[in-house]
């Protein structure tokens, strides 16, 4: 069973006085709380990279539920890989703590940390890390090899993550026969074989040609439906967050600036920072009938034997149903009860990024947009 | 600017690191050279071209058929040049070196690739190691670690270090930073992240050091050679000093097929013993298809397989030819053919010491030795009886008074051997009150009222007990306590390990004054009266039944130092162990038998002293090269045995002082080599001219015809382009000729004097000759070159030149004494003109490499020479 993880209050300096440092940072985040706006978040960390001291991650904190794919989002620099590296100790936290089944891992000795590494966490590098000495079997066992299991189990419990990841039969090739997504494959079985709860994935994909980023994305959500492992997975494409997330953080600059779901980040942006990430992002994919429809109901939209949609009914699937009803589609959940509504305009306008209602026209010459109207 | 003395104190501290760490540096040694000898016996004891076959069969391993085949040939070839002996040398060598540096290097490269600081502070050392000029360390190294391997291997050692360091370094920084965060990721212990992720990976690159390493030392065991480390070192060095281009070839050729060897093979090696290397070499297998010639062994059968032949090759070798050089020296004197001698002794340290000196040396000379142990008086009875010969311990005028007045008639002085002796109480050091006799008045209490005496019958006790104490008032205050000598020492060092007051008889010479800090209390009264000496008694009618050993004994005498150290020495072996250990002490004291008991010496006899090999330094000169092969051959005639060690001067001159070489026959004096002569005199013997004259000068070709003189020179700067080609900046003979010569006779306006080297010069004089182009160089005679050029030596008028030098043998300061006998005919030895110059001649047309055939030749020419040289 998987376990929660928690990081409370994490913080990275890098350089002299790193722990100076964090209390600059603190006390910077109290004046802007009381309001004293002279010296905002930047400036403090501007003024310590203007001194030499780099502050990576700054007072990051989140949960992670078990089972849960949890992606952190943010630019090359933005802290991201420094902060999944405190979560399982390669980098030592400046302050705060990172807890995991109940153990802090902080407080923890190298030993200890060591242990917790071989057992419960695993993690994917972006460029893959395999060892190119040992074959892609001895690869996928390396963990297992570090846990001192014995030759034959850890040989059998490769093997078994292999065929997982769909790389039965090239137990004894070596890594540079692969091509790049079955050396992540590999990558991703290592990490498998050892059957940590935790799964750290660093840009794991971002490496990868686009169809064969998407095929290893399907194969992650795939694979997650049955392992249900808790993953914490970093990328700098908000399309793949927003695919994977079932929460996505969004870093700037060393803080997160937003935790959210998917559709909360693209209908809700925090800020303009994070609104014009959401710019590029095809709507269509992310967004789902029960991001876009109307609750506002009188109760017998429904009641008609047109199609109706589920508040999980992607967007696109959305649109080809309002294309073939003659009304706004009604959305109904398990028990068939109505929760919404979504008139076609609607769908049209959150394509389009607005969310407002339509202006009304001097001289309508489409009586069907009148109707349309008077529906909504 | 002021001065910085910085020579100074390099000086100063390389005194006291010789004076205070001398032990590091023979541990340092011991373990250079023994790895040194095991290696080269190994390679050195096969058949050349079997041993050629196992570097085929590596070769063949490593890289394949072809490579087997030319690494053979390679071999062979070099086996052809006769220069098998010196390549294995030289290869023994340089795998100790690189060894010693791997096992050096990788730790501090694996450390400084960890560690930034280890890194910044490695990198100026290897720096510095790498650039220093050889010539700086190498003399050093002679009066750190002697002549032989271990200065040429420390030297190549510092050399070759620094690729081996750097490129480990380099190696485990290279590996991607990725990899080494994904083993940790998964837990990896840091010492396990170096073992299976850092150097695996890193392994081609450290390879790629280790050959560094080795091509590197090869470079420098070539340059070792100028310190007596010999190889193809030694050939180069001995084909520069005689010009001869021709063996320079030849041993520059064989090093250059022993770099190819042994870079290919180590290149060869990376890349099977990287795991990467080994895939990629199974892959390019795989793809050409199995073939038997293809087979090769994974590394742990390959090494068990070389490590197999190896040994096989070396027994073989080994149980073949193998002569004990040692077992020759056996074969002294054994004047006393049986003849028994008793000696009777008092268990007192020096008796026991000089007793069992004399058992052996007598036992050495063919003697049969008996020694029996008495009391005092028991001995002088027995003495006086005729049951033992003689004795070596009796305190005569005072100690023994009343024994030599009731036997005295009855026994034979043979005089005194030791009489720097004294009888004292003594306390220890840290009693600091307690200075002289007069001081133990009233300190009774301290010492618990007693003195801690030996055996009662001795006349010390005696002494102390009637006259001492009542001199000094002491009667009443202290017992004087009877016990033995042993049972006083065991007291005193009980009492001396906790620091209680103790005041107990003793007498000098002691051993326990060297183990222990102790005081001899002053007798201002002159109360224990004069020393004694230690005089050797035998029984009457010994030295008419004995004269020989009646003679020796007569003339033994022993210095202080050398009667406590026997004493330590036996004391430390322990009862039972007395012989052994002054076995063990005439080992460490060479040529005391001789010395103590000398034998004339029959024509063909073996001088004890011919035991110990003579180490014995020359320059590649033709004199050197003539006289040095004489006195090999004629040496061993006599038993001795000789190491050769070609050197350069300085580095001869610093070996001769430091004691790690014993001989050299050739040095100019008093002028030429008088620089280094004047700076190392103190610790060297002059043991005597054996040629003259020989002179200083400058030659011009004889085709200059209008210049015969010194004097012709003036004017004539431009037939000689303004130059007169010189030798080695810093010898005695340059500094005469820009100091002297040049103003005496007005040319330091016109000419310019040319630093080089000796090599050079000829090398100048030769290029000269074949275009008839006019030069003047700086020479000297005998030279070889008079007699393979037409030269005119340019008559010197004015003579500022000085008078000649004349050729002579120095010696290391302890030579005379470790050989007297060779001392004394190496004095007496001369040579004349023409017999240097037929063995030259005659060497000379033998060749190099025969000079031993051509010495025995030459005398049979001259059948008096071996008589006249040991007579």
């Known amino acids: 069973m998987s376990a929660r993880l928690e990081a409370e209050n994490l913080y990275k300096v890098f350089g002299r006085k790193p722990d100076q440092a964090v209390e600059r940072l603190r006390q910077g985040d109290v004046r802007k709380d009381q309001g004293d706006a002279r010296k905002d978040q930047g400036d403090v960390r501007e003024e310590l990279r203007a001194d030499g001291t780099t502050a990576a991650v700054i007072d990051a904190s989140f949960t992670v539920e078990p089972g849960e794919i949890f992606v952190v989002m943010g630019l090359s620099g933005s802290g991201k890989s420094t902060l999944l590296r405190m979560l399982n100790g390669l980098s030592e936290p400046t302050a705060g703590h990172v807890r995991f089944g109940g153990q802090d891992l902080t407080e923890l000795s190298d030993r200890e940390l060591r242990e917790v590494r071989s057992k419960k966490i695993s993690m994917v590098f972006q460029h893959f890390a395999l060892f190119p000495h040992r074959s892609v079997r001895d690869n996928a066992a390396y963990g297992l090899e570090v846990q001192g299991v014995p030759r034959a189990e850890r040989e059998r419990r490769a093997d078994e993550a292999l065929a997982l990841c769909g790389l039965a039969g090239w137990e004894k090739s070596w890594p540079d026969e692969l091509s790049g997504g079955m050396q992540q494959r590999v990558g991703l079985a290592r990490a498998l074989a050892t059957d940590a709860d935790l799964l750290l994935m660093d840009e794991s994909f971002s490496a990868l040609d686009p169809l064969i980023r998407r095929d290893m994305q399907d194969q992650l959500l795939d694979l997650q439906k049955t392992l249900k492992k808790t993953i914490v997975f970093i990328t700098h494409d908000l399309n793949e967050a927003m695919r994977l997330g079932d929460r996505i953080a969004v870093m700037r600059d060393g803080r997160i600036v937003q935790i959210g779901s998917a559709q909360d980040i693209l209908i809700r942006p925090a800020n303009d920072y994070v609104a014009s990430f959401t710019k590029d992002v095809d709507r269509s994919r992310v967004l789902t009938a029960a991001a876009v429809m109307e609750t506002d109901v009188r109760g017998d939209e429904a009641d008609c034997d047109c199609e109706t949609a589920t508040p999980d009914t992607p967007f696109s699937e959305l649109c080809a149903i309002s294309a073939r009803v003659p009304h706004s589609v009604a959305v109904v959940d398990g028990d068939r009860r109505l929760v919404g509504v979504v008139p076609a305009q609607r769908l049209i306008g959150f394509l389009g990024d607005e969310d407002v209602e339509p202006g009304v026209c001097q001289s309508p010459r489409d009586k069907g947009g009148k109707k349309v109207i008077s529906r909504a | ?871």
Do not use: C
Not at chain 2, 236 to 255: D, Y
Not at chain 2, 271 to 300: D, E, F
Not at chain 2, 754 to 776: F, I, N, W, Y
């Open chain 2, 1 to 871: 600017m002021p001065r910085i003395p910085l020579g100074d104190w390099v000086n100063s501290s390389v005194d006291w690191l010789l004076d205070n760490v001398s032990w590091l540096f023979t541990f340092l040694k011991d373990i250079f050279t023994g790895a040194y000898d095991g290696i080269n016996a190994v390679l050195q004891a096969p058949e050349p071209l079997l041993l050629a076959g196992i570097f085929a069969v590596i070769a063949f391993w490593l890289r394949g058929t072809f490579a087997g085949i030319l690494s053979f040939a390679g071999f062979a070839f070099i086996d052809s040049l006769e220069l098998w002996e010196n390549a294995m040398v030289t290869l023994a060598l340089l795998l100790v070196a690189t060894i010693i540096a791997l096992v050096v290097a990788v730790p501090v490269g694996i450390w400084a690739a960890r560690s930034d600081r280890v890194s910044a502070f490695v990198r100026p050392i290897l720096d510095f190691m790498q650039t220093l000029p050889a010539m700086i360390y190498l003399i050093p190294a002679i009066l750190f670690f002697g002549t032989g391997s271990a200065p040429g291997i420390v030297a190549t050692l510092i050399f070759a270090l620094a690729p081996g360091v750097r490129m480990t370094e380099l190696g485990i920084r290279q590996v991607d930073k990725e990899l080494v965060e994904a083993a940790e990721a998964f837990g990896t212990t840091p010492r396990n992240t170096l073992l299976r992720v850092q150097l695996p990976l890193a392994l081609p690159t450290v390879m790629a050091g280790v050959n560094q390493v080795i091509m590197l030392g090869l470079s420098m065991a070539a340059i070792a050679g100028m310190v007596g480390t010999g190889g193809l070192g030694g050939d180069v060095m001995e084909s520069i000093g005689q010009l001869n281009v021709g063996l320079g070839a030849e041993a520059g050729l064989a090093i250059v097929i022993l770099a190819i060897y042994l870079d290919r093979m180590t290149s060869a090696l990376g890349t099977h013993v990287s795991p990467l290397g080994r895939r990629a070499a199974a892959k390019a297998r795989a793809a050409k298809g199995l073939k038997i010639w293809s087979y090769r062994p994974q590394p742990q059968v390959a090494v068990i397989g070389i490590v197999v032949l190896g040994l096989v090759a070396g027994g073989m070798g080994l149980f073949g030819g193998t002569t004990d050089d040692t077992a020759t020296a056996a074969g002294g004197k054994k004047v006393g053919e049986g003849k028994k001698v008793s000696i009777g002794y008092i268990p007192w340290d020096e008796g026991v010491a000089s007793t069992y000196l004399w058992k052996e040396i007598l036992e050495q000379r063919g003697f049969e030795v008996e020694a029996k142990q008495f009391e005092a008086g028991p001995l002088y009875t027995a003495l006086a009886q005729g049951n033992i010969d003689f004795q070596t311990d009796s305190w005569l005028p005072t100690t023994h008074e009343q024994y030599w007045k009731k036997y005295g008639k009855q026994l034979e002085d043979l005089g005194s051997w030791y009489d720097q002796t004294s009888l004292e109480l003594t306390v220890p050091s840290y009693m600091k009150d307690i200075n002289s006799l007069e001081d133990l008045k009233g300190k009774a209490d301290l010492f618990g009222g007693k003195i801690t005496g030996i055996e009662p019958s001795a006349g010390e006790m005696n002494l102390l007990k009637s006259k001492i104490l009542k001199e000094y008032g002491l009667d009443g205050q202290y017992k004087v306590v009877d016990s033995s000598t042993p049972a006083m020492l065991a007291e005193l060092k009980r009492a001396y390990s906790k620091k209680e007051p103790i005041v107990v008889t003793l007498w000098s010479p002691h051993w326990a004054y060297n183990d222990y800090d102790l005081k001899k209390l002053k007798d201002p009264k002159g109360a224990w009266g004069k020393g004694d000496g230690v005089h050797s008694l035998s029984r009457k009618g010994f030295s008419d039944d004995n004269p020989v050993v009646a003679k020796w004994l007569k003339d033994f005498s022993m210095t202080e130092k050398q009667l406590t150290s026997l004493e330590a020495e036996i004391n430390k072996a322990g009862k039972g162990q007395q012989q052994e250990a002054v076995r063990t002490w005439l080992k460490a004291n060479p040529g005391i038998v001789d010395k103590l008991a000398p034998v004339e010496n029959g024509s063909g006899g073996t001088p004890a002293e011919a035991k110990q090999p003579l180490d014995v330094a020359w320059f590649p000169w033709e004199e050197d090269v003539a006289v040095t092969y004489l006195w090999k051959n004629v040496l061993e005639r006599r038993g001795y045995k000789m190491n050769l060690k070609q050197m350069d001067v300085g580095p001869v001159y610093t070996g001769l002082a430091s004691g790690g070489i014993d001989l050299n026959f050739d040095a100019w004096l008093p002028h030429a080599q008088s620089n280094y002569w004047n700076k190392h005199k103190d610790n060297l013997v002059d043991l005597g001219t054996w040629y003259e004259p020989t002179s200083l000068e400058i030659a011009v070709p004889s085709y200059v015809k209008d210049v015969k003189s010194l004097a012709d020179l003036k004017g004539k700067a431009d037939l000689f382009d303004g130059k007169i080609i010189g030798i080695e900046p810093g010898t005695g003979q340059m500094q005469l000729v820009k100091n002297d010569v040049m103003p005496a006779y007005g040319l330091e306006d016109e000419y310019k004097v040319v630093d080089g080297s000796t090599p050079a010069m000829l090398a100048e004089l030769k290029r000269a000759l074949a275009k008839k182009e006019p030069v003047a160089v700086t020479l000297w005679s005998p030279h070889w070159a008079y007699s393979d050029y037409d030269l005119t030596k340019l008559k010197d008028p004015k003579k500022a030149f000085g008078e000649g030098n004349t050729i002579r043998t120095i010696s290391s300061k302890k030579f005379p004494e470790q050989y007297p006998q060779l001392t004394k005919w190496i004095k007496n030895f001369k040579m004349s003109e023409d017999e240097l110059g037929s063995l030259e001649a005659e060497i000379k047309d033998r060749g190099q490499g025969h000079e031993e055939e051509a010495v025995a030749a030459w005398l049979k020419e001259h059948p008096d020479m071996v008589g006249r040289m040991t007579p």
